[in-house]
């Protein structure tokens, strides 16, 4: 016969609802109506001992994003354009543009035709046929529920998925059973209840008595559940210590508006008005009545593009105020360097800005429609473009950022000009330490005899860099496990 097996009264209480069938901690602690941190705890002393095994399972927690429940509520898109067909027949695309908003068409018409909804004849969009998809049922499933959880993700939820309707969230669940050699000696009654001493008084040691006690011994390598504690936006956390680092260098913070005329967004730059950059297909024109100018400045502003303005070439075309006066959403933040100046002249000073910027990238794991920029200027009549090395190089280093290049470069607005790289562990150098000395046209037209380093940081890369992600989209993640994990400043 076996020697009779020692359980503490809790032991026994445990391993009496897993004889037969692995049980989640979630269901014991219920079942038990033990606090689950109570219960992890035990069941790590009971691992230990090998009174049971223990496995676990990797699962997923669907929930629906905004957009997602607003799709639940009004219907998927390409479903409501072949109702809207059902009863019409067949229509343009413009008769169409009335129902829907422009993104949300295309994405109407793109799982209409793949779901075999709609076809397109003689010119028109034609209605098939309609039925409920299992993607529609899976949407209507996690509204209903408010959240579902699965093992892998099916098809229809990859798709969901990648329609951005869903969100998807790992988490681990433990499961126990007793192990065959504790379930033995429970079924043949081979076993003992000890009692638990949890506190020894002063009494029981002078006695003695302590040494007839079975005390629990203290296991110094079991993890305890780990507990989320709130924490800052990782990004926005960087964001706050790029500012400190700049405070500590000596800099104060400047900002203006989003929203700007193109003569302060690119004019005032020596940004031609047929430059590239200045197209809609990179630039968000703002729908409002144009800007009202300074007429005065804004002929020196003219001067400076069209013919020699005291003593530097412009570029010599005729200069239109009409286009200067259109609002855009500010492409970058050097027009708030540009506003300092302009107010303050030739005074000496140290200024940066940390603010949004808006461009039309197409999306990838480098561009963004939205991105911060880290702005800056130096003033002061001694200054040279060594300086501004010294700085972009000093300030990476301080973000723990020692992998720097620089290379010449070439910008409307600065000249000399360079672009310095750090590096990033998955995508190798990446351009994001922009800088240069402003021209002495723009200084001229702003009345400033003093020199101007400047410098307009793509600080979402370094944070790239620094938080060791490849994808810029990761920074404004809604992903929980990301923003658990990330590393923090």
């Given at each position: ?158 798709i969901l998925k990648r329609r951005g309707l869903i969100e998807v969230n790992e988490f681990k669940k433990t499961y126990i059973k007793a192990s065959k050699f504790v379930r033995d000696s429970i079924i043949s009654k081979n076993y003992v209840i000890i009692p638990e001493i ?292």
């Amino acid at each position: 016969m076996m020697n009779e097996i020692k359980f503490y009264e809790r032991e026994y209480q445990i391993l009496n609802k897993i004889l037969n069938d692995f049980k989640s901690l979630q269901e014991l602690s219920s079942e038990l109506n033990i606090p689950f941190a109570t219960l992890y705890s035990w069941v790590e002393d009971l691992k230990i001992k090998g009174y049971v095994d223990a496995r676990d399972e990797i699962l997923k927690k669907i929930s629906l994003t905004e957009e997602g429940k607003r799709y639940a509520e009004q219907g998927l898109p390409e479903k409501r354009l072949a109702l809207i067909l059902k009863e019409k027949e067949a229509m343009s695309l413009e008769e169409l543009k009335s129902f829907f908003t422009k993104n949300e068409l295309d994405i109407a018409i793109m799982h209409a035709l793949k779901k075999g909804f709609i076809k397109y004849f003689e010119g028109k969009i034609k209605f098939v046929s309609l039925y409920e998809t299992n993607d529609e049922k899976l949407l209507n499933e996690i509204k209903n529920k408010g959240e579902i959880i699965v093992n892998e993700l099916n098809e229809e939820l990859k798709i969901l998925k990648r329609r951005g309707l869903i969100e998807v969230n790992e988490f681990k669940k433990t499961y126990i059973k007793a192990s065959k050699f504790v379930r033995d000696s429970i079924i043949s009654k081979n076993y003992v209840i000890i009692p638990e001493i949890s506190k020894i008084t002063s009494d029981d040691i002078i006695s003695g008595k302590w040494k007839q006690y079975p005390l629990k011994a203290y296991n110094l390598e079991a993890l305890p559940p780990i507990v989320y504690f709130g924490r800052s936006q990782v990004y926005m956390r960087f964001l706050e210590e790029v500012k400190k680092v700049l405070l500590e260098m000596g800099f104060e913070e400047y900002d203006w508006d989003y929203i700007l005329p193109e003569l302060w967004n690119f004019d005032v730059l020596f940004v031609p008005q047929d430059h590239p950059a200045r197209d809609v297909q990179d630039t968000f024109r703002v729908n409002l009545p144009p800007a009202i100018l300074d007429e005065i400045f804004a002929e020196k502003v003219k001067d400076m593009h069209e013919k020699v303005f005291n003593e530097a070439l412009g570029w010599n075309y005729k200069w239109d105020a009409e286009i200067a006066r259109r609002l855009v959403l500010r492409t970058h933040t050097t027009p708030v360097s540009i506003r300092y100046i302009y107010e303050n002249k030739d005074k000496e000073a140290k200024v940066f800005c940390i603010s949004r910027n808006f461009r039309r990238d197409l999306p990838d794991r480098t561009h963004f429609i939205e991105f911060y920029q880290c702005e800056g200027i130096m003033v002061g009549n001694k200054l040279n473009f060594s300086n501004l090395l010294y700085f972009l190089k000093e300030f990476a280093s301080r973000l723990g950022l020692e992998k720097i290049r620089f290379k010449p470069s070439y910008f409307p607005f600065t000249e000399p000009s360079v672009e310095g790289s750090v590096y990033h562990d998955k995508l190798g150098w990446i351009e994001a330490l922009p800088g240069g000395m402003f021209r002495p046209e723009m200084l001229n037209m702003l009345g400033v005899k003093s020199r101007v380093l400047a410098w307009g940081i793509g600080i979402d890369r370094l944070a790239m860099a620094y938080l060791g992600i490849d994808d810029i989209r990761e920074l404004f993640s809604k992903d929980l496990n990301f923003l658990r994990s990330a590393r923090m400043l």
